[in-house]
């Protein structure tokens, strides 16, 4: 790969997410990266930043497209008020909780151009895991 290669991979609007089932998901960079980790991934002098690809070995396909479609959930309703909660598989709950705990799931602002986006004072991390739990509340 030529150098020029590298900088046009690493400015595209587009990322591959890849699970440890090899499973790959091309989503928007803007919406991956409301996580910390991939944030971070994206931003240094990394392997990830150079390829535009992120392995994540300690998440299998299905957690990871559903934390894909919660990337662009949260992405398509950034600036909406009293927006519904994303529906989230029993099944899932456990792993998606691990998931987004181990991606950090914080809005922010440095890497990724969200100069233009309303944040509530309630993380993204915490939304996902207070969905999760109302998810379980409602079973008991």
Not at 46 to 70: P, S
Not at 104 to 126: A, E, L, P, V
């Amino acid at each position: 790969m030529t150098n020029s290669d590298e900088i046009e991979i690493a400015n595209s609007s587009y990322v591959t997410l890849v699970s440890s089932d090899g499973f790959e998901i091309v989503i928007l960079r803007e919406a991956a990266c409301i996580s910390g980790m991939i944030k971070a991934m994206l931003a240094g002098d990394y392997r990830e930043t150079q390829q535009g690809r992120c392995v994540f070995n300690e998440i299998n396909g299905i957690v990871l497209e559903k934390v894909a479609e919660y990337f662009y959930y949260n992405y398509k309703n950034r600036n909406q008020a009293n927006v519904p909660d994303m529906v989230i598989p029993l099944e899932l709950c456990l792993e998606l909780f691990m998931a987004a705990d181990f991606l950090d799931g914080r809005s922010s602002k440095n890497n990724c151009d969200y100069s233009d986006h309303q944040f509530s004072s309630i993380t993204n991390k915490q939304y996902l895991i207070a969905s999760i739990l109302k998810r379980f509340s409602g079973i008991m």
